[in-house]
């Protein structure tokens, strides 16, 4: 009887450890699991720095959905003229935007004296500007929208055609504080170009770009 | 010492050893740790999807006023002959802005990430990210693209191009990853010749053999691309 109980003993603990090993395994398991799905290819300060940017995205859409509104209500009203007066405003903003009319603001001047740079390192600092927060762009008297071509000659870059010759001079209008964070990074990354004699940046509280560029009819595209 | 009593014995070794080396392989990847590190990623990437969901139906919502606002100054040009000329201007204004379907010939371009390769360490290389878009683009529109849309995303003048580790953020839009699609109406001839030129696009050249990235492409008669569903405000600028 003893003996018969010793093995049932024997047997149950063999089963509670049995059933540790498992438990601690299935959990082991799961968490190294977990850990590679929520992990797929984008570390926590990526993920943290994408929170941040749909945050300031979400802030702008509110804003054009807000303004939208107002256009629907002002031509809702039925009144004759609200509707010319919607699509004048509309008119001068879109003019403004595709680089169309000469426009002023507060924003950032960047001037960048080197030799060497070429039309990607110019391409690259257009983006990091339009990336924070520039509505307008002019370079050396050359305004510049997206859609306008830079290009490398032998000359040295090209902005549609014509070549601007160092120094560069870039004017940006938009929200200054935020576009003066991208100028001081973008600057102190210049200064660490061999090819970079200079790069500096000032503040000021109005730009005014009197460049334009030409509007270019449809060849190839048609509206849907 | 019966046989079944050392096969008891024996099976209670096993699973002992077992848990030894299941315990300490557990204390070495320090469960805690990642326990905590997955509630917070998993934190992060829930508020991600929580605001992509938000720009999703902010974007629907800009789509449908703009949609409303066409048919409501629609119905106004009908009732006067002024009203009917600054709306075709202000119809030929949106559609260089972006803010119009189109369609025309042109070229599809297709980025696909690389391999990781077995040396690859911390490098990103193989993945596409917003610089291989950007120099892309500008290409295309170097060569006379009249229309771009990047995966569906109509490229804009105010368009920007950011992101990180393989993820391609443009304008106010949720990112993208690989495979990103480049869509450009224009002279389908010079965009092949400019994408085929193998002194074009260096560094996607240099990252096609060493990691493998794809970039393929080919001309179409009929390449059609989104209006933009985002926001175009410029609130810092004022006419002169």
Known sequence: ?224 | MTRRNLASLSLLALVALATGFVLAGQIKTQLLTPSNQVARYQALVRSVQDLEATNADDRRQIAALRSQIDALESEAATKSAATQALRQQVQDLRAHAGLVAMHGPGVDVELRNGVAGPNAGGQTGYLINFEDVQDVVNLLFARGAEAIAVSGRRITPLSSFSGSQGQVVIDQGPPLSSPVTISAIGDRNAMVEALADESALPDVRARQVQFQIQLVFRGSPDISVPAYDSSLQIPHVSPT
Do not use: C
């Open chain 1, 1 to 224: 009887m003893s003996a018969r109980r010793r093995n049932r003993a024997r047997g149950i603990s063999v089963w509670v450890i049995a059933l540790l090993v498992a438990l601690v395994a299935t959990i082991q398991l799961r968490s190294e699991v977990e850990v590679a799905r929520s992990l797929v290819g984008v570390d926590p300060t990526s993920l943290a720095f994408l929170i941040d940017d749909l945050h300031r995205a979400n802030d702008s859409l509110d804003a054009e959905k807000a303004d939208l509104g107002q256009r629907r209500a002002a031509l809702q009203s039925g009144e004759a003229s609200a509707a010319d007066q919607v699509l004048t405003e509309e008119s001068n903003r879109l003019r403004a935007l595709e680089g169309q009319i000469p426009v002023q603001g507060p924003g950032i001047v960047i001037v960048i004296d080197a030799g060497g740079l070429t039309a990607l390192d110019l391409q690259d600092a257009l983006n990091n500007l339009s990336a924070g927060g520039a509505e307008e762009i002019d370079v050396n008297n050359r305004r510049v929208v997206t859609g306008v071509s830079l290009s490398q000659t032998s000359a040295g870059v090209a902005i549609d055609g014509v070549v601007v010759a160092p120094p560069w001079t870039l004017s940006a209008i938009g929200d200054p504080t935020r576009l003066a964070e991208v100028a001081d990074l973008m600057t102190q990354q210049l200064r660490a170009d061999r090819r970079v004699r200079g790069a500096s940046y000032r503040v000021e509280a109005n730009i005014v770009i009197r460049s334009v560029v030409s509007p270019k009819p449809f060849v190839y595209a048609v509206a849907s």
